[in-house]
């Protein structure tokens, strides 16, 4: 069965509008069935969770298959799956968690390739430990974060290396299992940021050898939160502030107050729906039907990628700044003489929606030499399609025209 991208997009109500929308790595529109069961979760009883009254089994249920859908995923085990309302806030949470037994000679590496989000906490907590941060830079001619650029900077006081998984700004999708190995030996732990990734590549976090992942569901169909993955035994060891009456079960006890139970359901809905773009039997598990779908994802999203790069690569005047070998398909851009701001507004004016801007990766857009202005952020997604293509290059074309 080939992938068939008009059924994938009538599913989509949002598209309805007839915006060419490559925006997803800023968060993807909501399918139907998404939808539908944020919906359904809100129409049956609901309760605090227990085991006795209807509406305690239902919010239960709804959680314990968040979990699974997740684990599922990721390649991850369902007791280490941690709800939170954000990658961001996740984030912090860890690094307040952890930088509790550092100290001063203690050292934190972080990449000039990443979101903010992966680099603000873990410099914040180094320094009110008093450890000291090291900067892990990448080629900006290549896009490529070296293995060796982490490597070189380990040591006997590294505590945790923080690598993004795929950069949201330029795509370039480091070596994380080689990555993950100089870590290990180093006795460190290896705290990876999945948020661009997750909506591209078949995850498998045992392989990636992420001691911490984390993504964000809206950036894969789903709803505006963030999930962590650990090891539950890792998680055990870790003792957030939390409420005397609160659980100190894992992973509850990183989860404050009630979770928003029609959003696990909606969470849980869109891992089936991508599960549901494979060619895989319909008896098979829901990781295999997964793996099949993201491998027929990668094909269509490689094949529109294709057709643009050659496009671009006609264009005078543009300059494509994701260059790596390995990287998802996300492609900034940048005009000679000309501010991809303004672009940006062109391109809206009949209906592409390419955002501008550096979108949270300001060190990678000031290493790029592009300051915190950066570029023209061109995102492919599951349900763009070779017309959506075709307009924003007609657009491209007018603006350089």
């Given amino acids: 069965m080939t992938y068939d991208v008009s059924t994938v997009r009538a599913q989509f109500p949002a598209l309805r509008?007839?915006?060419?929308?490559?925006?997803?790595?800023?968060?993807?529109?909501?399918?139907?069935?998404?939808?539908?069961?944020f919906t359904e979760a809100l129409s049956r009883p609901l309760s605090i969770r227990g085991t006795t009254l209807p509406g305690e089994v239902h919010a239960e249920t709804l959680v314990g298959d968040f979990r699974q859908a997740?684990?599922?995923?990721?390649?991850?085990?369902?007791?280490?799956?941690?709800?939170?309302?954000?990658?961001?806030?996740?984030t912090y949470d860890i690094s307040r968690v952890l930088s509790?037994?550092?100290?001063?000679?203690?050292?934190?590496?972080?990449?000039?390739?990443?979101?903010?989000?992966?680099?603000?906490?873990?410099?914040?907590?180094?320094?009110?430990?008093?450890?000291?941060?090291?900067?892990?830079?990448f080629d900006p001619a290549t896009g490529e974060l070296p293995t060796d650029a982490v490597g070189a900077l380990l040591g006997e006081r590294t505590r945790l290396v923080a690598?993004?998984?795929?950069?949201?700004?330029?795509?370039?999708?480091?070596?994380l299992p080689a990555v993950a190995e100089l870590v290990h030996r180093a006795g460190a732990l290896?705290?990876?940021?999945?948020?661009?990734?997750?909506?591209?590549?078949?995850?498998?976090?045992?392989?990636?050898?992420?001691?911490?992942?984390?993504?964000?569901?809206?950036?894969?169909?789903?709803?505006?939160?963030?999930?962590?993955?650990?090891?539950?035994?890792?998680?055990?060891?870790?003792?957030?502030?939390?409420?005397?009456?609160?659980?100190?079960?894992?992973?509850?006890?990183?989860?404050?107050?009630?979770?928003?139970?029609?959003v696990l359901a909606a969470t849980r809905a869109a891992v089936d729906f991508i599960a549901d773009l494979g060619s895989g039997p319909a008896a098979a598990g829901r990781r295999e039907r997964l793996r099949s779908a993201y491998a027929a994802i990668g094909a269509h999203e490689s094949a529109l990628l294709e057709t643009l790069e050659k496009a671009l690569a006609g264009l005078?005047?543009?300059?494509?700044?994701?260059?790596?070998?390995?990287?998802?398909?996300?492609?900034?851009?940048?005009?000679?003489?000309?501010?991809?701001?303004?672009?940006?507004?062109?391109?809206?004016?009949?209906?592409?929606?390419?955002?501008?801007?550096?979108?949270y990766a300001l060190e990678a857009s000031r290493h790029l030499g592009l300051g915190d202005d950066g570029g023209l952020r061109v995102g492919l997604s599951p349900y763009n399609d070779t017309d959506d293509v075709e307009r924003l290059l007609r657009g491209l074309t007018e603006f350089l025209g």
């Fill in 17 to 37: 509008a007839g915006t060419a929308h490559f925006d997803g790595p800023g968060g993807t529109q909501t399918p139907a069935p998404v939808i539908a069961a």
């Fill in 70 to 90: 997740l684990a599922d995923l990721l390649g991850a085990q369902p007791g280490g799956i941690v709800f939170g309302r954000s990658s961001t806030q996740l």
């Fill in 100 to 137: 509790q037994s550092w100290g001063p000679g203690d050292e934190v590496v972080v990449s000039r390739l990443d979101h903010d989000a992966n680099i603000r906490p873990w410099v914040q907590a180094a320094g009110r430990a008093g450890a000291v941060v090291r900067w892990a830079e």
């Fill in 163 to 175: 690598v993004t998984g795929a950069s949201n700004l330029i795509g370039t999708r480091p070596d």
């Fill in 190 to 262: 290896f705290h990876v940021d999945g948020v661009h990734l997750t909506a591209h590549d078949f995850v498998d976090v045992e392989r990636l050898g992420a001691d911490f992942f984390v993504c964000s569901p809206y950036k894969f169909f789903g709803p505006h939160h963030g999930v962590l993955a650990a090891r539950p035994e890792l998680l055990e060891t870790l003792r957030p502030d939390k409420l005397v009456p609160s659980t100190d079960a894992v992973p509850e006890r990183f989860e404050l107050g009630t979770l928003p139970y029609e």
């Fill in 316 to 359: 005078g005047g543009v300059t494509v700044h994701s260059r790596a070998a390995e990287r998802t398909p996300t492609l900034l851009l940048t005009f000679e003489g000309r501010d991809a701001s303004d672009a940006y507004r062109f391109l809206s004016r009949s209906g592409v929606h390419a955002p501008a801007g550096s979108f």
